[in-house]
């Protein structure tokens, strides 16, 4: 698939009223291979590439978004956007458009030879691009400078996603969701055909209720995350500003954090001495003597009357709903109502892994011991940090009132949003934890245990399975899965290899001796580095990872970058306005003034098929931006021009 952008239209997007950006030559209809757009900022850049991205995949805006595209400068009711591209030699028009009475917006698309002429609703670009050019495949090259931040946080997971779509692993992935359709579509068959008693629906009954409970859990557990790291942001910066007030000079900075450090450690010794303790507490048979010895009398009794009995309360209900017994007599009704009403002797089996688990439990609480060590160890730890917590808080009365009331309320809002993340932590610890010494302990079940859950979903579906005589089938169909999911995953290992060795040989060529490698991508971009890395060098392995993964691909895009340079030095500049060009027959790259050195004159130097545009607000009219094609313009302008 090849993919070339040739022109844009705006009308009533935000500060511009009216503007038209050619891309491509007007003899052939072909792209520039460089498209320089010089716009200083507040002119529109992010807007121009949420729009540019939006045109080739077709994602939705909600009413935030619409009402953010709405002129603030001059009334407007309505708007549009529109981009004529180049796909497989075919011209396509997409064209969004913006009702701001209602903020809503509306796709439309327009082939030459259509039947009809003219926009057909919605986005309908060729099914071949319109499969691949998702909105994570897009942001791969229109590039809006944060993804070089997401590729290497240990959060996100962009770069594996970036390889996977690319190579169409994803598209396999999709696969196993298709077959986990076609068994329930099985189940369903199974159902409708013979299965109609009674103990089969109640399965699927519950295993339907389980469902909802799993997906109630895991949208908690969405939101608690998001809750949790907007938390952890916040208390980051402002412990940022704590700390720079309180060390002010190189000595104090150095003192300040030695007594951090030394805090820190006691009170992680604190925590591993009382979480020794804690599990102790819930088995009060390990250090109260009494308790002990009654427990071991109540394991000795149930042993000796044999309990709990395990025939179950449910196999009785069971069997009065069948027609012939186990033995093979018939049970009619009279029969029938003799076995429900004798059910009623045995204890039902919740009941009896309940008392299968207290048997158990008590079976292996381990010897009697006391805890009075553990506990004046604590008792010492937290004396020493009394210490150093004081020592702290002499250092932090040191700096002036203003500095030191200003401390003082940062000091309260790091308490609060520390309680928050504490909260929201072991709320998600409580719905993620796979330990089962831990589940027992806080005696979670699949109502607030998100694997747990899981667990009860799978052992439903394998009774409702044998049940409805599909268990062969959903073999088979696991099989298949697993062979699937396991060529992605060796696929997916040979390529990231590859794509590390290769981005790693231009990371040198980009960054010379620096230490900056990339050691694995794993999710992310691991990068081999024992300090942080700087923003110039994220986009450095930003640009040679995406290098990497275009060079050998048989799909052609366009490179669509904001600020390309703005925080590398002039020689890695030089070398990025080199490599990138090599691997894309389109780029279009908005730029600053201030980021021209190094960058401009490299491209300038290499390459002649280059268009240059300086955009920018015309001071004599307002909502009127104005489009300068002249070399010399271009060369010449600083932002300081718009304010004149």
Do not use: W
């Amino acid at each position: 698939m090849q993919l070339s952008l040739l022109n844009l239209k705006f009308h009533n997007i935000r500060d511009f009223s009216d503007l038209e950006i050619p891309l491509s030559k007007s003899k052939n209809k072909q792209p520039h291979h460089i498209t320089l757009l010089q716009m200083p900022n507040g002119t529109g850049k992010t807007t121009s590439l949420i729009l540019m991205s939006a045109a080739i995949c077709g994602r939705e805006f909600n009413e935030d978004e619409v009402r953010s595209f709405r002129p603030t400068q001059f009334e407007a009711a309505e708007g549009f956007f529109e981009a004529l591209m180049l796909i497989d030699d075919e011209q396509v028009t997409v064209k969004i458009d913006f009702d701001y009475s209602n903020n809503t917006c509306m796709y439309s698309t327009s082939k030459p030879g259509r039947s009809g002429g003219g926009l057909s609703p919605g986005h309908n670009i060729p099914y071949r691009a319109r499969m691949l050019l998702t909105q994570k495949f897009t942001h791969l090259f229109v590039f809006d400078g944060e993804l070089s931040v997401r590729l290497l946080n240990k959060k996100e997971t962009e770069a594996e996603a970036a390889i996977s779509s690319l190579h169409f692993l994803d598209r396999m992935g999709e696969i196993t969701l298709k077959i986990d359709e076609l068994i329930e579509e099985e189940r369903a068959k199974a159902e409708s055909k013979a299965y109609t008693d009674k103990g089969l629906k109640i399965l699927r009954g519950n295993a339907s209720s389980v469902r909802d409970i799993l997906k109630g859990l895991e949208d908690d557990l969405k939101r608690t995350n998001e809750h949790k790291e907007e938390a952890e942001k916040a208390f980051k910066t402002k412990k940022a500003e704590y700390e720079g007030i309180v060390a002010r000079s190189k000595e104090d900075r150095s003192s300040y954090n030695d007594l951090k450090d030394k805090i820190t450690k006691k009170k992680q010794q604190i925590i591993d001495n009382a979480r020794t303790l804690m599990v102790a507490l819930r088995r009060p048979a390990l250090f109260s003597r009494q308790f002990h010895d009654e427990l071991s009398s109540l394991a000795n009794q149930m042993t000796k009357l044999k309990l709990p009995k395990t025939i179950s309360y449910e196999f009785f209900q069971e069997l009065a709903q069948s027609s012939q017994c186990i033995c093979g007599e018939k049970i009619d009704d009279k029969k029938r109502a003799t076995i429900i009403a004798n059910a009623e002797k045995y204890l039902s089996e919740d009941k009896i892994q309940v008392m299968n688990s207290l048997k158990y439990s008590v079976r292996s609480m381990g010897d009697f011991r006391p805890l009075d060590d553990v506990a004046e160890k604590i008792v010492s730890l937290h004396s020493d940090l009394n210490v150093f917590e004081q020592e702290l808080t002499l250092m932090e009365l040191r700096v002036d009132k203003d500095s030191r009331e200003r401390a003082e309320k940062l000091q309260t809002e790091m308490g609060d949003l520390k309680h928050q993340i504490d909260e929201d932590g072991q709320f998600i610890k409580f719905m993620t934890e796979e330990d089962t010494t831990f589940q027992k302990d806080h005696t979670l079940t699949f109502k607030d245990n998100i694997p747990l859950c899981k667990r009860q979903i799978s052992d439903l579906q394998k009774r409702i399975a044998e049940a409805a005589d599909t268990l062969e089938f959903e073999l088979k169909a696991k099989t298949l899965k697993m062979v699937i999911d396991s060529t992605i995953s060796l696929a997916l290992d040979e390529i990231k290899t590859k794509v590390v060795l290769k981005s790693n040989k231009r990371i040198e060529e980009l960054l010379g001796n620096d230490e900056v490698r990339i050691h694995k991508i794993d999710q992310c971009i691991m990068i081999d580095k024992k300090e942080g890395v700087s923003q110039g060098q994220s986009l450095a392995v930003a640009y040679a990872f995406l290098a990497t993964l275009f060079e050998d691909s048989s799909h052609k895009v366009p490179f669509v970058v904001d600020s390309p340079a703005g925080s590398l030095d002039l020689e890695v500049r030089r070398e990025v306005s080199n490599l990138i060009p090599q691997l894309f027959p389109q780029l279009v790259v908005f730029i600053l003034s201030s980021e021209r050195d190094g960058f401009v004159d490299g491209l300038a130097q290499q390459y002649d098929d280059i268009q240059y545009y300086t955009i920018f607000k015309d001071p004599g009219a307002r909502g009127k931006t104005v489009l300068d094609d002249n070399v010399d313009f271009f060369m010449n302008f600083h932002s300081e021009t718009e304010a004149s």
